[in-house]
């Protein structure tokens, strides 16, 4: 079956950095489109950053660009965000995504 699972979360103060893995097996991973989501509590889960499956397509959420940056290792089966330059509104819940399956999310919190 599709296993996502992420790590990499934690405590980090304002302006600085944190990578996310999200290591996956069950699927073809290679020809997979993932995307990260994040959620805080009583708001929607928001769309953060997807790429393609070869890594030529990437988009971000406004709130991130230019801070984020979403990659792959189709080798490892791993996606990867790192997040730079962060922000206490950054902090949330983070969820890597493929198709209807999701991971069981990290969590990343920023605060001094």
């Known amino acids: 079956q599709v296993q996502l699972v992420e790590s990499g979360g934690g405590l980090v103060q304002p302006g600085g950095s944190l990578r996310l893995s999200c290591a996956a097996s069950?699927?073809?991973?290679?020809?997979?489109?993932m995307n990260w989501y994040r959620q805080v509590p009583g708001k929607e889960r928001e769309l953060v950053a997807t790429?393609?499956?070869?890594?030529?397509?990437?988009s971000y959420a406004d709130s991130v660009k230019g801070r984020f940056t979403i990659s792959r290792d189709n080798a490892k089966n791993t996606v990867y965000l790192q997040m730079n330059s962060l922000k206490p509104e950054d902090s949330a819940v983070y969820y890597c995504?493929?198709?209807?399956?999701w991971g069981q999310g990290t969590q990343v919190t920023v605060s001094s």
């Open positions: 995504n493929c198709f209807s399956s």
């Open positions: 069950g699927f073809i991973f290679r020809y997979s489109v």
């Open positions: 790429i393609s499956s070869g890594g030529g397509s990437i």
